[in-house]
T-cell receptor, first 117, second 113 residues
């Protein structure tokens, strides 16, 4: 079974340009996460979807970042305009929809490494 | 809020050496604790977990014991291999936020032949 797929794997853009990242979760996983991983740091949650609903976007910088998961399957994360400080790895993860607050293992994609010049 | 503090790296060991990577945490309630591993060019993979005090998680020769009294979850392996070279992340999920992982900053391990 395929894991979490992300594209592109690498992206280099100039500041003020827009950029988009795509994620396809594991088939059947209702919950999808986008994380930001700065160099030498652990991942930090940006947004969590349950099906097509964004249930936790409190850490998403909404002035320049947006995300969508229109059909409750794959998802796109966009930055417009990009800034130098956005250079990082953007990780996508998915999990089964837990019930009663229980934790289900999150499966991570390989990430997209963004460099903003 | 929740936080995880990991031993700073990088850590360089010779093959067959003993490994310890320290991890301590701060959390509300009774968190579940995890170690994730990130091999070069790959996504994070769950290595092991423990969901309650005194539980021992183990996988691939790695072990970690959930110590509530010291709020620690140190990762150990008796004999490391070159293939264990990776970045290791300690993480938690607190009982109050069942889906949100809080990660430590990661520890780079390099094992030399």
């Amino acid at each position: 079974e395929a894991g979490v797929v992300q594209s592109p794997r690498y992206k280099i853009i100039e500041k003020k340009q827009p950029v988009a990242f795509w994620c396809n979760p594991i088939s059947g996983h209702n919950t999808l996460y986008w994380y930001l991983q700065n160099l030498g740091q652990g991942p930090e949650l940006l947004i969590r979807y349950e099906n097509e609903e964004a249930v936790d976007d409190s850490q998403l910088p909404k002035d320049r970042f947006s995300a969508e998961r229109l059909k409750g399957v794959d998802s796109t994360l966009k930055i417009q305009p990009a800034e130098l400080g956005d250079s990082a790895v953007y990780l996508c993860a998915s999990s089964l929809d837990p019930s009663s607050g229980s934790y289900n293992e999150q499966f991570f994609g390989p990430g997209t490494r963004l460099t903003v010049l | 809020g929740n936080s995880v503090t990991q031993m700073e790296g990088p850590v360089t060991l010779s093959e067959e050496a003993f490994l310890t990577i320290n991890c301590t945490y701060t959390a509300t309630g009774y968190p579940s604790l995890f170690w994730y591993v990130q091999y070069p060019g790959e996504g994070l993979q769950l290595l092991l977990k423990a969901t309650k005090a005194d539980d021992k998680g183990s996988n691939k020769g790695f072990e970690a014991t959930y110590r509530k009294e010291t709020t620690s979850f140190h990762l150990e392996k008796g004999s490391v291999q070159v293939s264990d070279s990776a970045v290791y992340f300690c993480a938690l999920v607190s009982s109050g936020s069942a889906r949100q992982l809080t990660f430590g900053s990661g520890t780079q391990l390099t094992v030399l032949p």
